[in-house]
């Protein structure tokens, strides 16, 4: 079963415990595993854009939609038997560390 893992970051830490070097090779374990579907890091936050349409009108607006503590920083599909199995993963992620949250999703299959 696919299952997403929303990484979110806190916005509060001003020194984090994990280094570029955990990503790497969080990353790296997840491919060699075989469970890696896909993933990508998102830019800055202050490239992001929010479009809304309301009662037929649009409106664009630099920057993100919602003020929260956390910020999305990326996200990762994984390939594994159950939810259990993809907790585990969302567990070791460094994301999971220094204030961040991994929220994990099932991906809705319509096939």
């Not at 079963?1 to 020194?15: C, H, P, Q, R």
């Not at 890696?36 to 349409?53: H, I, N, P, R, W």
């Amino acid at each position: 079963m696919k299952y997403m893992l929303l990484i979110f970051a806190g916005t509060d830490v001003t020194e984090p415990e994990c280094t570029f070097q955990d990503w790497q090779v969080w990353d790296e374990t997840l491919r060699d595993s075989g469970v890696k579907v896909s993933g990508e890091s998102l830019a800055d936050l202050v490239t992001a854009t929010t479009v809304q349409v309301r009662q037929g009108a649009r409106t664009v607006t630099d920057g993100p939609f919602a003020e929260t503590r956390e910020l999305l920083g990326g996200f990762v599909v994984i390939d594994v038997p159950n939810l259990d199995v993809a907790l585990d993963w969302a567990a070791s992620c460094p994301g999971s560390r220094d204030g961040g949250a991994v929220e994990v999703r099932p991906v809705a299959d319509f096939g």
